[in-house]
């Protein structure tokens, strides 16, 4: 009966480690209901912050300061990880496409129109350091980080920025920046890579107070009564490309960090 | 020795159920090696698709005429899934706030304009047996469906019908639809809860042939001209909302499927 004894220990122990087995099977079950649960709630919540990108995105909002707290880190991993990137490469493309499509008159009048912040320029490195557009604009730290003149350029931009100058158009560079940053701007630009343009309009004594739609569209109606087509326009805000004067075709480039009326 | 035959039976028969349920955790592990690289390509065939919808909604692409195959699943589970409506209550709840915001003359001249399909009506029940934007449009096929009269309302945009109404809004609708669809139209638009707008204009014999962005801007130029305010205007075609008397604000409503110059 000792062999019997022991049998049945083994057996019992088996059953044991068996049910344990079975256990870690049924034990996480409440894990796995629960796990969708979460899921879901990730789920809602990443759906919530595409939603509010999308609404930025297409113009859809009133003016905005600072990016909802609880899409921090959408916003942060959209960023820093491979989306960002992969959007700006497609704009870039396609604006290519564009470019290559059209019949330059030989008169030299085909203007691309480029913005230059987080359009050929990346303020990443600043804004990694202010939680990627959520803490409110701070316009005396951020012209410390303009006069450092170390913004890099976005790579697939300055591309495009090469093809089209290529091809035969006229570059016009304009940005909201100030006409006293214009030495440390043109010195950036061209660490960075840019060359040749044929024009930057910086916002002159005259145009501070005006919105970025109206201060644009007065310097594009400029450039139309000069004889100027504006063929392409490339930038990162939709005060950048609406207005009057509207390019042939317009490139919006992604950015869910801050909004310039 | 029966009962020890029985014993070691049951043993090694719980042995065995012990054993598959290890197996059960042992074998996937080679499964769940793989799963990261899966998942590494599934998320970037995923972002090729979102880069591709940043593109049509930001208005980037040259006319197109089917959605991407590649994106076909993330079409069809964006719109089935939750994201459609959500993106849509966003849009909705957005121009509701703006609406709310305007003081409004006491002349009636106050407009909001929404665009028909897809904006207030939903042809969903047509596109699904359509691929969702896979298949070439087809013009002989969709006026079947629009005969039937039977596209039920995008339930955010009647709220925000509704809404504008109540306001004291005088509601255009500004559609692309023939002007032989007329009486389909306001009666699926009746049946869909839409009542009292001030005007449907529809595509007369001699805007065939125009782009919806000449169209519905030469409508728009006579709503000014006549001394309308266009306040607000709703589509989810970046035709509804381009060209010459834009509103003041504009609303685009997502639309992956279909493109309109």
């Known amino acids: 009966m000792r062999i019997l004894r022991i049998f049945v220990f083994l057996m019992l122990l088996t059953v044991a480690i068996g049910s344990e087995n079975l256990n ?7 894990l796995i209901i629960e796990y969708p649960e979460n899921n879901e709630n990730q789920l809602k919540d990443a759906l919530k912050c595409t939603s509010w990108r999308f609404a930025v995105e297409t113009n859809n909002l009133s003016p905005w300061k600072t990016i909802p707290e609880e899409c921090a880190d959408y916003v942060r991993e959209y960023i820093v990880g491979p989306g960002y990137k992969m959007d700006i490469d497609r704009v870039s493309n396609e604006a290519g496409e564009y470019a290559k499509s ?3 008159g ?14 050929l320029l990346s303020n990443l490195p600043y804004y990694s350091d202010h ?10 730290e951020f012209d410390k ?8 350029a ?37 660490n960075a890579g840019f060359h040749n343009w044929h024009k930057l309009v910086l916002r002159g004594s005259d145009d501070h107070g005006k919105t970025a739609t109206t201060f644009k ?7 139309v009564e000069e004889g ?34």
Chains 1, 2 share one sequence.
């Open 106 to 119: 030989d008169d030299g009048k085909d203007v691309w129109v480029f913005d230059v912040d987080e359009t």
């Open 24 to 30: 870690s099977h049924v034990f996480p079950r409440p």
């Open 154 to 190: 976005l790579g697939s931009s300055l591309k495009l920025y090469q093809e089209v100058l290529h091809l035969g158009f006229k570059v016009f560079l304009l940005t909201g920046r100030s006409e006293r940053h214009r030495s440390v701007t043109v010195e950036n630009l061209m």
């Open 102 to 104: 059209v019949d330059l």
């Open 217 to 223: 569209s007065e310097r594009r109606n400029e450039m």
């Open 131 to 140: 939680g990627y557009g959520l803490e409110v604009f701070e316009s005396v």
């Open 145 to 152: 980080w303009v006069e450092k003149g170390m913004a890099p």
């Open 228 to 261: 100027f087509r504006i063929v392409g326009n490339s930038g990162d805000q939709w005060s950048d490309l609406l207005g009057s004067s509207m390019s042939n075709r317009s490139f919006k480039l992604p950015n869910p960090i801050y909004y310039i009326p």
